[in-house]
């Protein structure tokens, strides 16, 4: 047996997920492939940028290289229940196989919008 990780689906790199929380907003970036075998953690990191009491939670895909309908799914109970503590989440950066997912799940109200800055 080879290396200490044991996914079970034998992800090529550990996911990451960090935590930034300033006044006006907590964002939760998160890096990697995430499955169903990353979900308790997701969940759990969700729920703490939650309770720091930020007024948003922005949750950052840019780096996300896989994530399956599971990882939708922490994402989307998490936005139900900043909804109801009358808190707002949303995504940002999704592409790729995150993008797809979100297209294909027709949660394009998740999506964090671009606004443009003056120059």
């Not at 729920?47 to 930020?54: N, Q, T």
């Amino acid at each position: 047996m080879m290396g200490s990780y044991q996914y079970p689906f034998r992800l090529a790199e550990p996911p990451i997920a960090v935590l930034e929380n300033d006044a006006d907003r907590c964002v939760v970036r998160l890096c990697g492939e995430h499955d169903i075998s990353t979900e308790p953690e997701l969940r759990g990191l969700l729920d703490r940028a939650m309770g720091l009491g930020a007024p948003a939670v922005v949750v950052d895909l840019g780096g996300v290289q896989f994530m399956d309908a599971s990882t939708l799914r922490a994402i989307v109970d998490a936005s139900n229940t900043a909804h109801i503590r009358g808190r707002a989440l949303t995504v940002r950066a999704a592409a790729g196989p995150a993008l797809r997912l979100i297209t294909m799940c027709g949660l394009h109200a998740l999506m964090e919008r671009e606004v443009a800055r003056p120059a």
